[in-house]
């Protein structure tokens, strides 16, 4: 008789794979329970018959939170867009079956994203794609990433300093990083201006929470400088708005700014001292696009080219 193989009846494996794919996304049992809307118990059952099943150790104790052993991100690697893409299958065979001329598509970003990127982008889609409803998220950090991993969006539109392993960033556009003043403020003619110039003056930032307070304070970090932020706020209009007011002085990017802001701010490049800020599409890895994610991620990168040729 011959052997039989480990791991061979089939019809079985997806449970503890889909159990352990949660666990080592979520880094807990519980919560992992949660989302499958099983009992703990029956989650770690299944994480321990397979861990058995293999003969490996899969996930150790970090503190409060479960981490994968190497063999474990061996698996979760393996098996992720497996468990993703079965679970996606009703969906993807609806979309299959009836095109792009239905459904829905929940895309996360930022107001300033919202405000100042995607309205182009918007009107193609809705042009193109009318039957489609669009629902557009405005959330910021981490909570437009968790939506993104809880699937309560498809994909994410913004900019990225730090990329999580579990998500793919696409940059389209880059924009450069714009110090604003009043008009009548010294360092609006100042020439040849240094990073330690912007010292002396309050400075006004998103919440630090956001990328543009992190990359400004990584700046001034490394060049040994120190600043003070005036005020915290969030949102670019605001932002300008107290800069016109005379209440700061502020680092924005590019893209914030409009021929409307000439009369009431006076603005200059400051990409000798800070990184441009790209602008992309933020998707999960291994889980499958719908099509109309697809033609929305088209539509961002051919806005992107066509902007960067503008420039």
């Known amino acids: 008789m011959p052997a039989t193989p480990r791991f061979a009846y089939k019809a079985d494996r997806l449970k503890p794979l889909r159990a352990f794919c949660q666990t080592a996304r979520l880094g807990s049992v519980s919560r992992a329970a949660e989302a499958m809307f099983l009992s703990q118990p029956a989650v770690t059952l299944q994480l321990q018959a397979l861990e058995r099943d293999l003969g490996v150790s899969l996930l150790e104790r970090n503190g409060r ?3 994968l052993t190497r063999e474990g991100e061996a698996l979760y690697e393996l098996a992720r867009p497996l468990v993703e893409g079965f679970d996606n299958l009703d969906a993807l065979f609806r979309d299959r079956i009836r095109g792009l001329d239905a459904g829905e598509l929940h895309v996360a970003a930022g107001s300033s994203t919202i405000v100042y990127l995607l309205p182009r982008i918007v009107e193609a889609f809705r042009a193109q794609h009318p ?8 959330v910021t950090g ?15 539109v913004g900019s ?9 960033y696409q940059p389209v556009v880059s924009y450069e990083p ?9 360092l609006a003619t100042k020439p040849d201006i240094e990073i330690a110039d912007l010292s002396p ?6 919440p630090q929470r956001q990328t543009t307070y992190r990359m400004v304070d990584m700046v001034f970090q490394r060049a040994h400088v120190s600043y003070t932020v005036a005020l915290e706020v969030g949102g670019w209009e605001v ?20 021929e409307a802001d000439g009369a009431r701010l006076a603005s200059r490049s400051l990409s000798t001292f800070f990184p441009s800020r790209s602008y992309g599409v933020v998707t999960r890895r291994g889980r499958a696009l719908s ?19 503008a420039a």
């Not at 039957?131 to 405005?138: E, F, M, Q, T, V």
């Not at 932002?239 to 409009?258: E, F, W």
Request: hydrophobic share 50%; aromatic share 4%.
């Open 65 to 67: 939170r479960l981490t």
């Open 131 to 138: 039957d489609i409803r669009l629902i557009l998220h405005n």
């Open 142 to 156: 981490a909570r437009g990433l968790n939506l993104l991993r809880d699937d309560g969006a498809d994909l994410a």
């Open 160 to 168: 990225m300093l730090d990329v999580p392993g579990d998500l793919a």
């Open 178 to 186: 714009m110090l604003i003043t009043p008009p009548d403020h010294p």
């Open 201 to 206: 003056y309050g400075l006004i930032l998103p």
């Open 239 to 258: 932002i300008k708005q107290y800069v016109a007011m005379g209440l700061g002085i502020s680092i924005v990017t590019a893209i914030c700014l409009t």
């Open 291 to 309: 099509p109309q994610a697809r033609a929305f991620i088209e539509l961002v990168r051919a806005w992107g080219a066509a902007a960067t040729r």
